[in-house]
């Protein structure tokens, strides 16, 4: 089908492309109601490697290493008989809340110590103001195995309240509840106690992300689409434009997110931002088409023959520029984190959904009494004229200096280039936090006191002639002991040897199994040393424990039989993480050669494809020059901006040059061709431009350092791909069309 047949066929059949609509959003609608969210905290990491079954396999033996939530007590004198005595009363509290398998602390009356007779380590609730008792209990905690840099910090002053929750593999809502009760008990012993609390942990730490994610991303959908349409109101003048616009985004991202509810996908801690992309996307698409129909209104068009005129004119546009977002997008199918996988595929679906709605809504809401506001106001007039007068200005400058602007443009891209391969992945815990919330500091004072929440398993296998009880054993454990103290990405490593030191004269398989069993297993000849890192970020961790992994394969040449491996979700958490960001950065590469292949078939021209090329690139290397420049990481916010950005500056060349190929062939000039162009689309890329930077600007007032890098990359990307559509890519054409002429139109 021609598109003229299609624009026909658009605007005979109104009443059946509205009925279409109506259905495809009910069906949305429920899809929409069945849409849940995947709340396993894990799955961002899951991947079908054998480190990540391995991993498993290990959870499975000893339990996950994410249940624990800690809380980190405070006190100036901690052993003293009230503090001791208000830490009794917490510890009740907290073993009484539902969801808990197992709490330990200070006070456990299993912590003994040998002076020679075995006695508690803390003085019992008799004791009142023995103030020698508290200093002997304070000196030997100080000294305990058990307790020492595990339970008690070397200032004697932090003691930790360690909350094991039940199950295996927890979602948010499991954790949801004993979070907040934990919460409401630590707040209260603070107002009402000689304690000071506060709760921290994987657990709690990812239930207060989580949270924050969930209610910024839907306020600042809200907030930053609210922004957008009232400067789009400003600068259109017309609230029927707006008000087509923003139907056919929105209903571009009803439809994509209820399309992910009818093939049963669930949303991901990814995927929340889709929504937003896809708006984005009909945004760009939808100006385009309205300032087009808008055109043949001011000419006195009626609306229906103004917006036939658009489908006529914009059709191959919309659907070359919605191919390339889509194909950008469906490139990180081929990366090997699943989560990453599904969250490109999703925004595939959504870009070729959104062509849908644009290419079927925007007509026929034009063609509706609406379309007779979709002229230019006579308020607007001195606006519209400013405009004008601006781009036919910026077009002379820029066919005067064509050349010093190429030139200038392709010497600044390869320098940017270079200067962005310095950008390296990160990833920390407390980028998804506010910076002064009750959980940043939790952490941060955890991180101090006791070397980090992030656990980290050292799994020691041993041959099947070797006792638990054994020297060789302990020697093992004693070498895995020291080079875990040695290495800057672990503190404080516990295993059974901490037993042995605590326990002398007791042998391990006397102890009950609720001790230990999430230590050894004799019948597997398997123990694991479990450590804590700190919130270094995961490129410390990532130079850092490739050291440990070495030292831990000398051992292994030391004591033959024996097999020492590093796992857990911190380490598989550091190895994926930046995995996953190279895989995102990858992946934008691979969609640039597409995109370059796809635009050089689409134009017919492997010059226009190579033109293309700079002008599309500018946004991310200057994104990435500010981020090297002030100091800023490869994180997750970067690359999606880079998603974002290279999808928008792809669409508006698009436009820019097709249009520029349609005037050709009218006039047959390069220059009257490119001044045509740039008048006729130049205003719509500005709208557009400004519309999206308005909203975008919105996170910069977000809690969240993560969302905030996302806002002001965003607005600096999305403003260069303007500058490089208007500028550097019209000198090009200028440059290069000329030799060509006509014929390569």
Do not use: Y
Request: net charge negative; hydrophobic share 50%.
């Amino acid at each position: 089908m021609d598109l003229i047949t299609l624009a026909d066929t658009l605007m005979r059949h109104r009443l059946a492309v509205a009925i279409g609509v109506v259905i495809t959003t009910a069906l949305a609608c429920v899809g929409l109601s069945q849409l849940g969210f995947d709340d396993n905290p894990r799955a961002i990491f899951r991947s079908d490697d054998e480190d990540f079954r391995e991993m498993e396999r290990i959870f499975e033996q000893f339990g996950t290493d994410d249940r624990s939530s800690f809380l980190v007590v405070h006190s100036d004198e901690l052993f003293c008989a009230e503090s001791i005595a208000d830490l009794r009363r917490l510890v009740a509290e907290v073993e009484q809340i539902d969801g808990l398998q197992s709490v330990f602390s200070l006070t456990d009356p299993r912590l003994v110590v040998f002076d020679p007779l075995p006695r508690p380590l803390i003085p019992p609730e008799n004791t009142e103001n023995d103030t020698a008792a508290f200093a002997n209990a304070r000196a030997a905690a100080l000294k305990h195995p058990l307790v020492a840099g595990n339970l008690l910090s070397e200032d004697g002053n932090h003691t930790l309240v360690t909350a094991e929750l039940a199950g295996d593999e927890l979602a948010i809502s499991d954790i949801q509840p004993v979070h907040d009760r934990l919460l409401e008990i630590a707040q209260r012993f603070t107002a009402t106690s000689t304690l000071e609390v506060h709760v921290t942990g994987i657990p709690s730490v990812r239930v207060d992300a989580f949270n924050l994610v969930q209610e910024e991303s839907g306020r600042f959908t809200f907030l930053c689409g609210l922004a957008g349409f009232v400067m789009a109101v400003v600068i259109l003048r017309s609230w029927q434009m707006v008000l087509i616009v923003w139907c056919t985004a929105l209903m571009g991202a009803l439809w994509t997110v209820g399309a992910l509810g009818l093939l049963g996908e669930q949303m991901t801690v990814l995927s929340v931002v889709l929504p937003t992309l896809v708006i984005v996307v009909g945004i760009t698409d939808s100006v385009h088409l309205v300032v087009d129909v808008r055109h043949s209104r001011a000419l006195g068009l009626s609306p229906q023959l103004a917006a036939r005129d658009a489908v006529r004119h914009l059709t191959v546009a919309c659907g070359l520029t919605s191919f390339t977002t889509a194909v950008g997008f469906a490139s990180l199918g081929v990366t090997q984190t699943e989560i990453v996988r599904r969250f490109g595929l999703a925004c595939a679906m959504g870009a070729v959904l959104t062509f849908v709605a644009v290419i079927t809504l925007v007509p026929l809401l034009a063609s509706t009494r609406l379309g007779e506001g979709v002229l230019p106001p006579k308020s607007g007039k001195r606006f519209d004229a400013a405009v004008s007068a601006g781009g036919t200005f910026l077009i002379d400058v820029v066919l005067r200096f064509r050349w010093p602007i190429t030139i200038g443009g392709v010497v600044l891209s390869i320098v940017l280039g270079v200067v962005a391969l310095q950008l390296e992945p990160e990833n920390e815990i407390a980028e998804s936090l506010p910076d002064d919330a009750e959980s940043t500091r939790a952490l941060q004072l955890f991180d101090a006191k006791f070397g980090g929440v992030l656990p980290s398993f050292v799994v020691v296998d041993w041959p099947s002639d070797v006792s638990l009880s054994s020297p060789e054993l302990k020697s093992a454990l004693e070498d895995v002991h020291e080079l875990c103290i040695a290495s800057p990405s672990v503190e404080h490593p516990f295993s059974i040897l901490n037993f042995m030191q605590a326990l002398p004269g007791f042998k391990i398989e006397q102890l009950p199994e609720e001790a230990t069993g999430n230590l050894v297993r004799s019948d597997l000849n398997r123990a694991v040393v479990v450590s804590r890192s700190r919130d270094l970020g995961l490129a410390f961790h990532a130079d850092n424990l490739p050291v440990l992994e070495e030292g831990l394969r000398e051992l292994e040449r030391q004591h033959r039989g024996f097999r020492f491996r590093l796992t857990g979700s911190s380490v598989l958490g550091a190895r994926n993480l930046v995995q996953m960001i190279f895989d995102l950065t990858a992946s934008l590469g691979l969609a640039s050669v597409v995109i370059f292949i796809t635009l050089t078939i689409a134009f017919r021209s492997i010059r226009i494809g190579l033109i293309c090329l700079i002008p599309n690139a500018l946004p991310l290397l200057i994104a990435a020059f500010l981020m090297v420049w002030s100091g800023e990481s490869l994180r997750f916010a970067g690359v999606i901006v880079f998603c974002v950005c290279l999808g928008i500056a792809v669409d508006d060349t698009i436009h820019v040059v097709t249009r520029f190929q349609r005037e050709l062939r009218d006039v047959g000039d390069v220059e009257e061709a490119l001044r045509r162009s740039i008048h006729a689309v130049g205003s719509a890329l500005i709208i557009t431009t400004v519309v999206l930077m308005v909203g975008f600007s919105i996170t910069l007032t977000s809690e969240i350092p993560s969302n905030r890098l996302f806002g002001w990359l965003a607005c600096t990307a999305i403003a260069s791909a303007l500058l490089g559509d208007l500028i550097v890519l019209p000198a090009m054409l200028a440059c290069f069309t000329k030799r060509v002429g006509k014929a390569e139109s």
